[in-house]
């Protein structure tokens, strides 16, 4: 498994944009799907974006298509996530997850290691 750690969450206007970091340990990062969740106050974690070990494939769920873009930098063990038109539905605490499937995929039982999340507020 591998350790994560996210970073980059805060408070933004409506509109506006945030770009999230996580930051994985070990030498087997570059092997694993990543995602990224998100669980809005009250509610269940949901799916947000994955992208495969080499960064050619991706999936998004259907609210953020279009607005928030997730990519990899293997060299330096990191995924991030690049959100733009925010709205105040974004609201969440924001997860970075690995997974050893070969594709991206939005089932969070397919991830074992998962970061300690960090938080997104957008004002409106």
């Known amino acids: 498994q591998v350790q994560l750690v996210e970073s980059g969450g805060g408070l933004v206007q409506a509109g506006g944009s945030l770009r999230l970091s996580c930051a994985g340990t070990?030498?087997?990062?570059?092997?694993?799907?990543m995602g990224w969740f998100r669980q809005p106050p009250g509610l269940e974690r949901e799916f947000g974006a994955s992208?495969?070990?080499?960064?050619?494939?991706?999936k998004y769920e259907d609210s953020v298509k279009g607005r928030f873009t997730i990519s990899r930098d293997n060299a330096k063990n990191t995924v991030y996530l690049q959100m733009n038109s925010l709205k105040s539905d974004d609201t969440a605490v924001y997860y970075c997850?690995?997974?050893?499937?070969?594709?991206?995929?939005?089932?969070?039982?397919?991830?074992?290691?998962w970061g300690q999340g960090t938080q997104v507020t957008v004002s409106s």
């Open positions: 997850a690995a997974s050893p499937l070969i594709i991206p995929t939005m089932a969070d039982a397919a991830f074992h290691s």
């Open positions: 070990g030498r087997t990062f570059s092997t694993y799907t």
């Open positions: 992208i495969n070990w080499s960064g050619s494939s991706t």
